[in-house]
């Protein structure tokens, strides 16, 4: 590196530094998700492109994932399989598939409780500051409200879907991955599992970067911050529900199976045990569809999470304390750390895709 660029990147950090302590000085901010204006996309980043056309090229790359995220899924399927095999798997899958329907049924029935007690926190409760005339008034507007409950359903649409793929994924690849092993090669053994991996990773990242790019990129600023947190809302219900139901799903099905085996005299070792049906099925959906779901929500309530401090650090006080008066700075920096996080994340994706064809070569 020259001594110029040396001295450029150093500066770069000091300033960094600074802005974050300057950021802990106290100060009047709205510290709500739903309060929070997404600053205007439309400037320069890098290379003479703006944050749009970055943001955009995201979406693209979004595609891209959801597309090889199904192409591997679609190598799965056609992986051979014994006839025996596959029966039992889909048994277990068909099993599941009720899982999640019930599930599906109780958690609406759930977030009906809960839209009610946000609609009245946020139609009621909450001090709703207008982005135009800075009035202040108890109570957000009934659009906004209803752009939050909106939105806390594509939250748990977006987490029941991943769940379900994942779980499809799941028990396609165990009876390919076990007859597989009858031929007694272990590549095979270890390929299956990763590629079943890789294809659930892929659809659950791909998906989650695709609703929050089009948030960022379709829907007006002011709107943007209730488009967040109920987004936010909806996978963190979907999720916790999907996640602690299904690690109780697996007691009862082995509690079950056990009971069985008493009732009718089966051995352990018996060929009619139910145990081992029951086994996978409780371990498909506690250790399939519960950790798809939470990966799901983790990665997106983290986004939500980076949005939100962006915006609150930085504001037009903290950057005074350290730019003087200087106009729109405090946006100017919102905007290219907020393009810089999602650039990041599709680099990720990117990165993965890469890394799994050299793996594979």
Same mark, same amino acid.
């Given at each position: 590196?020259?001594?110029?660029?040396?001295?450029?990147?150093?500066?770069?950090?000091?300033?960094?530094?600074?802005?974050?302590?300057?950021?802990?000085?106290?100060?009047?901010?709205?510290?709500?998700?739903?309060?929070?204006?997404?600053?205007?996309?439309?400037?320069?980043?890098?290379?003479?492109?703006?944050?749009?056309?970055?943001?955009?090229?995201?979406?693209?790359?979004?595609?891209?994932?959801?597309?090889?995220?199904?192409?591997?899924?679609?190598?799965?399927?056609?992986?051979?399989?014994?006839?025996?095999?596959?029966?039992?798997?889909?048994?277990?899958?068909?099993?599941?598939?009720?899982?999640?329907?019930?599930?599906?049924?109780?958690?609406?029935?759930?977030?009906?409780?809960?839209?009610?007690?946000?609609?009245?926190?946020?139609?009621?409760?909450?001090?709703?500051?207008?982005?135009?005339?800075?009035?202040?008034?108890?109570?957000?507007?009934?659009?906004?409200?209803?752009?939050?409950?909106?939105?806390?359903?594509?939250?748990?649409?977006?987490?029941?879907?991943?769940?379900?793929?994942?779980?499809?994924?799941?028990?396609?690849?165990?009876?390919?991955?076990?007859?597989?092993?009858?031929?007694?090669?272990?590549?095979?053994?270890?390929?299956?599992?990763?590629?079943?991996?890789?294809?659930?990773?892929?659809?659950?990242?791909?998906?989650?970067?695709?609703?929050?790019?089009?948030?960022?990129?379709?829907?007006?600023?002011?709107?943007?911050?209730?488009?967040?947190? !109920?987004?936010?809302? #909806?996978? *963190?219900? $979907?999720?916790? %529900?999907?996640?602690?139901?299904?690690?109780?799903? +697996?007691?009862? =099905?082995?509690?079950?199976?056990?009971?069985?085996?008493?009732?009718?005299?089966?051995?352990?070792?018996?060929?009619?045990?139910?145990?081992?049906?029951?086994?996978?099925? !409780?371990?498909?959906? #506690?250790? *399939?569809? $519960?950790?798809? %779901?939470?990966?799901?929500?983790?990665?997106?309530? +983290?986004?939500? =999470?980076?949005?939100?401090?962006?915006?609150?650090?930085?504001?037009?006080?903290?950057?005074?304390?350290?730019?003087?008066?200087?106009?729109?700075?405090?946006?100017?920096?919102?905007?290219?750390?907020?393009?810089?996080?999602?650039?990041?994340?599709?680099?990720?994706?990117?990165?993965?895709?890469?890394?799994?064809?050299?793996?594979?070569?």
């Amino acid at each position: 590196m020259t001594q110029n660029s040396l001295t450029r990147l150093s500066s770069g950090i000091v300033f960094v530094v600074s802005l974050c302590f300057a950021a802990m000085v106290p100060h009047s901010a709205y510290a709500g998700e739903a309060d929070l204006v997404i600053p205007s996309l439309d400037r320069p980043i890098a290379l003479g492109l703006s944050g749009q056309m970055l943001l955009f090229g995201g979406i693209a790359i979004s595609v891209m994932g959801l597309a090889f995220g199904m192409w591997i899924y679609a190598q799965l399927r056609n992986l051979p399989v014994h006839k025996s095999m596959l029966e039992v798997s889909d048994l277990i899958y068909e099993t599941c598939k009720t899982y999640l329907k019930t599930q599906g049924k109780f958690i609406l029935l759930l977030w009906m409780f809960i839209a009610i007690v946000v609609a009245v926190y946020f139609g009621k409760l909450a001090l709703y500051r207008n982005p135009v005339t800075l009035e202040e008034t108890h109570g957000f507007p009934l659009s906004l409200v209803g752009i939050i409950l909106l939105f806390s359903l594509i939250g748990i649409a977006g987490s029941y879907l991943v769940a379900w793929f994942g779980i499809r994924v799941n028990t396609f690849a165990n009876s390919r991955t076990a007859f597989a092993s009858l031929r007694g090669k272990p590549y095979l053994c270890y390929a299956i599992p990763l590629q079943a991996g890789m294809s659930i990773g892929m659809m659950l990242i791909s998906v989650e970067l695709l609703i929050m790019l089009c948030i960022l990129l379709f829907i007006p600023g002011n709107y943007a911050g209730p488009c967040f947190i !109920g987004f936010a809302i #909806g996978e *963190s219900l $979907g999720a916790a %529900a999907l996640r602690i139901a299904g690690g109780i799903f +697996t007691k009862i =099905a082995d509690i079950g199976s056990d009971l069985m085996k008493i009732v009718f005299g089966i051995k352990e070792d018996d060929a009619r045990n139910p145990g081992v049906i029951a086994d996978c099925t !409780g371990d498909n959906a #506690g250790d *399939s569809v $519960g950790p798809s %779901a939470d990966g799901f929500e983790t990665y997106g309530v +983290t986004g939500v =999470a980076l949005i939100t401090f962006i915006l609150l650090a930085i504001n037009p006080q903290s950057v005074k304390l350290l730019a003087g008066e200087v106009v729109d700075l405090h946006e100017v920096l919102q905007v290219q750390l907020l393009v810089w996080i999602f650039v990041m994340r599709v680099m990720m994706v990117v990165a993965s895709g890469v890394s799994y064809f050299v793996n594979e070569s």
